[in-house]
């Protein structure tokens, strides 16, 4: 009887690993790239922390939620610049832009470093990879994200991306961005969670200052596509 247990139980194991497919890092961001361009809606968390080369320093918090068929983006934006708070601001725009489809960068543009296998976040199983963005496509990128590269030096992309195991979402994507012959440098740690059932959100009552946006650095703006945040608001 002992054995017979033993045997079937090596049969399940035996069949459950040849019905795992191994997927190659390549394989993941390619599939991650499908996932981010079929979801409904999302909801989006990131903070933005740019460092000036005399160690000034501002933080930025954006969140927000997305809604393709409504057409919808509802989002709130708090900034704080050497640890002061100098204000925040919310709205809502009539279509929900690019802003999450900027999110996970084009899978030809990235190259895994270090494969750093599976793991937890957030009680979902994830692929954790380290990545840099490859240099030769780096300006292409800065072009399609600023519409104005001319206005900045190249940017120098390393993150660590964690991707959902079933899903192949980005739940989670962080970046340090280096700007070539100055020494400024910016981290962007971005959450996306609710895939496909994004609450719709109204719009809290939030302290508003006139200069808000002129205490954001002319590169994390750009970066971060506030610009076309102030379009909708004129």
């Known amino acids: 009887m002992t054995q017979f247990l033993i045997t079937g139980i090596l049969v399940l194991l035996l069949t ?24 409904s809606s999302v909801s989006y968390t990131m903070h933005a922390k740019h460092t000036a080369g005399n160690g000034d320093y501002t933080n930025v918090l954006l969140q927000g939620n997305l ?8 989002w709130r934006m708090s900034v704080e610049r050497n640890g002061m708070f100098v204000g925040s601001i919310a709205g809502v725009r009539a279509e929900p832009g690019d802003l999450y489809l900027q999110l996970p960068f084009p899978a030809t543009l990235l190259k895994v470093v270090q494969d ?29 994200l600023t519409e104005s590269p001319s206005q900045l030096p190249m940017f120098r992309f390393t993150g660590t991306l964690w991707i959902d195991s079933e899903s192949f979402l980005i739940r989670r994507s962080t970046w340090d961005i280096t700007m070539q012959d100055t020494d400024e440098m910016m981290k962007l740690d971005v959450t ?4 496909n059932a994004a609450p719709t959100m109204q719009i809290p009552n939030v302290t508003s200052v006139e200069n808000i ?3 954001i650095p002319t590169s994390l ?14």
Not at 67 to 74: A, F, L, V
Not at 192 to 195: D, E, I, P, S, T
């Open 221 to 234: 703006s750009l970066l971060l596509g506030i610009p076309k945040l102030i379009d909708e608001m004129q």
């Open 192 to 195: 996306v969670k609710n895939h």
């Open 67 to 74: 809604h393709r068929e409504s057409q919808k983006h509802d």
């Open 16 to 39: 459950a690993c040849r019905s795992i497919r191994i997927f190659t890092p390549e394989e993941v961001l390619q599939k991650s790239m499908q996932a981010s361009t079929i979801f």
């Open 213 to 215: 946006f002129e205490n």
């Open 116 to 144: 750093r296998g599976r793991t937890q976040l957030d009680n979902h199983a994830v692929y954790r990879y380290d990545v840099v963005l490859r240099d030769a496509e780096a300006e292409s990128l800065l072009d399609t």
